[in-house]
Nanobody, 126 residues
C-alpha cells in the first residue's frame, strides 16, 4: 500500500517561511514523480510544484516560482516544499501527491496523481 504523511504548515506572517514535508511509503520517489498542490474552499486543487523521479527536474506554477523550492531525499523517501516570501494568497490546504506512472513525465494534472497526503493548512496572516 502507498501512504503519504505530511507535516509542517501552520500560521506565518506575510514575508515569512515554512517548510512542508511528505514522507512516502510503498512507492519510491526515485521511480515516481511527486507533486505539491493546494486548495482553497470552493476551488479546485491547483498545481504548485513537482519534482521528477530523477530529481533533476523541478516545476513550479507562475505564482510561486522564485519563492518556493521543491526537493526530494531518496534515502528518506521524503519530499519537501520550502516556501519563502509567503503572502496571503498562499493561504490554502497543501497536499503532496505521487504520480501514478512509473518513471512518469506528466506533472501538472491532478489526475496524474493517484495517492495523496492528508493535507496541511498553511495560513499567511498578520
Amino acid at each position: 500500500q502507498v501512504h503519504l504523511v505530511q507535516s509542517g504548515g501552520g500560521l506565518v506572517q506575510p514575508g515569512g517561511s515554512l517548510t512542508l514535508s511528505c514522507v512516502i511509503s510503498g512507492r519510491a520517489v526515485s521511480r515516481y514523480a511527486t507533486g505539491w498542490f493546494r486548495q482553497t474552499p470552493g476551488e479546485e486543487r491547483e498545481f504548485v510544484s513537482a519534482i521528477s523521479w530523477s530529481g533533476r527536474d523541478t516545476y513550479y506554477s507562475d505564482s510561486v516560482r522564485g519563492r518556493f523550492t521543491v526537493s526530494a531525499d531518496a534515502a528518506k523517501n521524503t519530499v519537501y516544499l520550502q516556501m519563502n516570501s509567503l503572502n496571503t494568497d498562499d493561504t490554502a490546504v497543501y497536499y503532496c501527491g505521487i504520480n501514478r506512472g512509473l518513471y512518469g513525465s506528466s506533472w501538472y494534472p491532478v489526475s496524474e496523481y493517484d495517492y495523496w497526503g492528508q493535507g496541511t493548512q498553511v495560513t499567511v496572516s498578520s
